[in-house]
């Protein structure tokens, strides 16, 4: 993937706030995990793909993937598969 030609400060001048601050630290500071997708702009690896493996989800896992691709906001694993 290619970076964004502006840092991020620009970034936040473009991009419309979609949740206060407050919010978001509120939404941190409770959340039992953080994912950021950073494949193929920091890492060389399919990051998730390689946490599936290690986990034994790998075919639950790419059914998330195509779903969330395709639109899906997905928030839990389904309840038959292992937990991470």
């Not at 970076?3 to 039992?32: N, Q, T, W, Y």
């Amino acid at each position: 993937g290619l970076a964004p030609a502006c840092g991020p400060g620009e970034m936040r001048k473009i991009l419309p706030r979609l949740v206060s601050h407050a919010e978001l630290r509120k939404l941190f500071c409770s959340a039992d995990a953080v994912w950021f997708e950073v494949d193929s702009t920091i890492i060389r690896e399919d990051g998730i793909d390689e946490l599936a493996k290690l986990y034994g989800v790998e075919d639950t896992m790419s059914e998330m993937a195509w779903q969330a691709m395709g639109g899906a906001c997905i928030s839990r694993l389904p309840s038959q598969s292992t937990q991470l």
